[in-house]
C-alpha cells in the first residue's frame, strides 16, 4: 500500500526521483526565498516565464530556454522599474508579473501550432517525467547548490539584516541578483516537473516549516528537504490511491505539514508561556510571603 | 510547425485512397478559408471547430460561406473566444456547434447567441447520445455525455438530415441534392473504415482521453481506457489512473497508446516506454492539414490500423 505502488510503477519512481530532486533545490532556495520575503518574485517568475516557454514552442526550441529568457526579461525589467522610476519592488514586480502573463495568453490563444495549454505549463505534468526531466531537474540542482554555498555568507546577511550587509563589504546589488538568479533557475527547471506554479508551493512551504523553529540556516534547509521530500512521497501515494492530480496533492500535503507543525509550535508556546508565568507567579508569590 | 513523417504518410495514403471521391469536396475546403466574394454577398455559416466544418461545407457548397471558429491546433475544450469571434456569431445567418459540452468555452458566449434569437444547430441534439463510458469496469464517476461524436461517420449520417434542413432553413436555399452526394460518400466511407477495422485480429483502444466512444461503437473497437480518463481534455491524469491503465493494457495485451491533443505527450510516452509498447499521435479534434472530414477519417483509421496491426 505504501510501497508497492512505487515498485510496480516505473512512472511513480520517476515522479518520486524528480519530486524529490526539486524538494531538495526548493529547500535551498526557498530558505532564502522565506527569510528575505520573496515569495512574490517567485510568484511572478512562475508566470513571468510562460511567454518565453509559448514563444519557444511556436520556434520549436526546448522550451527550457525559453523559460530562461522570459525569467531574465522578468528580473531585468523588475529592477529596471523599480531603479529607474522610484516605484516600490512590489509595484515593479506586479507590474511586470501581469504583463507577462498576459503576453503568454496572448500568444498560447492565439497560435495555431500550440497544441498545449498554459495549465500544463502552470501545473506541469510530474507523472510524465523521463530520465532527461531528472538530469536536467539534477544540474539545476546543482548549480542552486553551488550558489548558496558560494553565496551563503552575503546570502545569510542579505536575509537577515540589510543594513548591516551593506556595511560589510558585500555589494548587496550583486548577491540579490545571484539570489533572484537561484530562484529563477529554480523556477524554470521545473517547469517540465511540477509546474512553475506549484513549485512555488515547494519553495515556499517546506522552508516556512523550517523557519518556524530552526535556528540555523542549515537545519532550515535540512527541515525544508525533509518536509518536501515527505510531500512528494505522500502526495503521489494520495494521487495513487485517490485519483486526484499528482502535483497539486504534493503541494497541498507541504501546506498541510506547516499547518499542522505551525499549530503544535503554537500549543507548545503557549504552554510553555504559561508554565513561565505560573513560575513567575509563584516567585512573585513567594517573593510577598518573605515580605 | 513540425510535421510528423507518419502524418504526412498517412495523408499520401488517404489522398490516394480519396481520388475516387466526388469532386464536390475540392470546392468545399476551399470556402471553408475563403471570406465572401465582394460581388455576391453570400451567407455566413459559422461553425465551432473544423472537423463539423467541413462536413457543413460539404453540404452548403459554393452557396454559403463556412467560417470556422476554433482554429486548427486549439484545444476545442478549452478555445476562449475573442470578441471578433463573438461578433462572427453573432452575425452568422446560423451556428453549428457541437453542444454536448465539447466547446466548454464557447458554452456562455452560445447562450448569448441563443438569446439574441440567432439560430443554432446543436449536432448533438440530432444524434444517439453515448452515456456513459464503455468497457470500463472501474466505477469512475465522469458523468455526462460523450462529445466526440464526429469520430463515427455513422453519426454524421445521423444527424445530416436534419442539419440539411436547417441549413436550407437558414439559408433559404435547397440543399437537397449535395445532401444525397454527401450520404453516399459518408456511407462509401463509413464501409471502407469498417474495412479496415475488421481486418484488425482486435481493435483495443487506449487514447488520450475517453474520446473514441462512437468510433468503438461503430466498428467494434473495445475501450480499453485513456491517459486522462475524462470526457474532456481539462482533466488531469492521476497516478492511480494510470497504475489501472497500465494493468489492462498488460491484460489485453494493447499494442499501442494513441495520443493527442490535451495529453501530455510526456505521460503517455513515459508508460509506453514502461510497457514497451508504441505511443502514437493521432489527430482527432481537428482537420490538422487533412483536406476534407473523409482524408481526416481515413488517415486517422490508417494510424490505428498500422499501429495494431
Not at chain 2, 489522398?15 to 465572401?36: K, M, R, Y
Not at chain 2, 482554429?71 to 456547434?97: M, W
Amino acid at each position: 500500500m505504501f510501497i508497492e505502488p512505487f515498485i510496480n510503477n516505473e512512472f511513480l519512481r520517476l515522479s518520486l526521483a524528480a519530486g524529490i530532486l526539486v524538494a531538495v533545490t526548493c529547500a535551498i532556495a526557498g530558505t532564502f526565498v522565506v527569510l528575505r520575503g520573496l515569495a512574490f518574485v517567485g510568484d511572478a517568475l512562475a508566470h513571468g516565464v510562460l511567454p518565453g516557454i509559448a514563444t519557444a514552442m511556436l520556434l520549436g526550441v526546448s522550451g527550457i530556454f525559453g523559460a530562461a529568457v522570459g525569467a531574465l526579461v522578468m528580473m531585468g525589467g523588475v529592477s529596471l522599474v523599480s531603479r529607474r522610476f522610484r516605484l516600490s519592488g512590489d509595484t515593479a514586480i506586479g507590474l511586470l508579473f501581469v504583463g507577462m502573463l498576459a503576453l503568454g495568453v496572448m500568444i498560447t490563444s492565439r497560435s495555431r501550432t500550440f497544441v498545449g495549454d498554459l495549465s500544463r505549463i502552470l501545473f506541469g505534468e510530474l507523472l510524465g517525467v523521463n530520465s532527461t526531466d531528472l538530469l536536467l531537474q539534477l544540474l539545476a540542482l546543482v548549480i542552486v547548490a553551488i550558489i548558496a554555498f558560494v553565496s551563503r555568507r552575503p546570502f545569510l546577511l542579505l536575509s537577515v539584516d540589510e543594513g548591516l550587509a551593506n556595511t560589510s563589504g558585500f555589494s548587496t546589488r550583486v548577491f540579490h541578483n545571484a539570489m533572484l538568479t537561484m530562484i529563477a533557475i529554480t523556477v524554470v527547471a521545473s517547469f517540465q516537473t511540477v509546474g512553475t506554479l506549484l513549485v512555488l508551493g515547494m519553495l515556499i512551504a517546506p522552508a516556512a516549516t523550517g523557519a518556524l523553529f530552526a535556528r540555523r540556516i542549515s537545519t532550515m534547509m535540512l527541515i525544508a528537504t525533509l518536509v518536501g521530500s515527505a510531500s512528494t512521497y505522500i502526495g503521489l501515494l494520495i494521487s495513487y490511491h485517490f485519483n486526484l492530480a499528482a502535483g497539486a496533492s504534493i503541494v497541498l500535503t507541504a501546506v498541510f505539514i506547516f499547518a499542522i507543525v505551525a499549530t503544535f509550535t503554537e500549543i507548545k508556546k503557549s504552554l510553555t508561556d504559561r508554565q513561565t508565568d505560573e513560575h513567575e507567579h509563584q516567585h512573585s508569590h513567594s517573593g510577598a510571603h518573605v515580605r | 510547425m513540425t510535421k510528423k513523417p507518419l502524418k504526412k504518410l498517412a495523408s499520401v495514403f488517404a489522398l490516394i485512397t480519396l481520388a475516387s471521391c466526388s469532386n464536390s469536396t475540392e470546392t468545399v475546403s476551399e470556402s471553408t478559408q475563403t471570406t465572401a466574394s465582394p460581388e455576391v454577398e453570400l451567407p455566413v455559416v459559422v461553425v465551432t471547430y473544423s472537423v463539423i466544418g467541413d462536413v457543413v461545407a460539404q453540404l452548403v457548397g459554393d452557396k454559403a460561406v463556412v467560417n470556422v471558429l476554433i482554429p486548427d491546433g486549439q484545444d476545442p475544450h478549452e478555445f476562449q473566444p475573442s470578441a471578433k469571434d463573438i461578433e462572427a456569431l453573432n452575425n452568422a445567418a446560423i451556428v453549428i456547434s457541437n453542444g454536448l459540452d465539447f466547446e466548454e468555452g464557447l458554452e456562455d458566449v452560445l447562450e448569448n447567441v441563443i438569446n439574441l434569437g440567432n439560430k443554432v444547430f446543436m449536432v448533438g441534439e440530432h444524434i444517439t447520445v453515448l452515456k456513459t463510458k464503455e468497457a470500463d469496469d472501474h466505477e469512475h464517476d465522469h458523468g455526462g455525455v460523450d462529445p466526440h461524436l464526429w469520430l463515427s461517420p455513422g453519426t454524421m449520417l445521423e444527424m445530416l438530415p436534419a442539419l440539411t434542413s436547417a441549413l436550407s432553413d437558414a439559408l433559404g436555399i435547397d440543399l437537397a441534392n449535395s445532401s444525397v452526394a454527401l450520404t453516399t460518400n459518408l456511407e462509401e466511407l463509413d464501409k471502407e473504415i469498417q474495412q479496415t477495422i475488421s481486418g484488425l485480429q482486435d481493435c483495443n483502444l487506449v487514447s488520450g482521453h475517453d474520446e473514441m466512444g462512437y468510433f468503438a461503437a461503430r466498428y467494434g473497437c473495445q475501450i480499453i481506457g485513456a491517459i486522462i480518463p475524462s470526457f474532456t481534455t481539462t482533466s488531469e491524469a492521476t497516478a492511480g489512473e494510470l497504475a489501472d491503465l497500465k494493468k489492462l493494457i498488460d491484460q489485453y495485451k494493447v499494442a499501442a497508446i494513441f495520443t493527442g491533443l490535451g495529453t501530455n505527450p510526456a505521460v503517455a510516452d513515459q508508460l509506453a516506454k514502461e510497457l514497451g509498447i508504441k505511443a502514437v499521435t493521432l489527430s482527432t479534434h481537428y482537420l490538422d492539414g487533412a483536406n476534407n472530414y473523409q482524408e481526416f477519417m481515413l488517415r486517422m483509421v490508417t494510424q490505428i490500423a498500422e499501429a495494431l496491426k
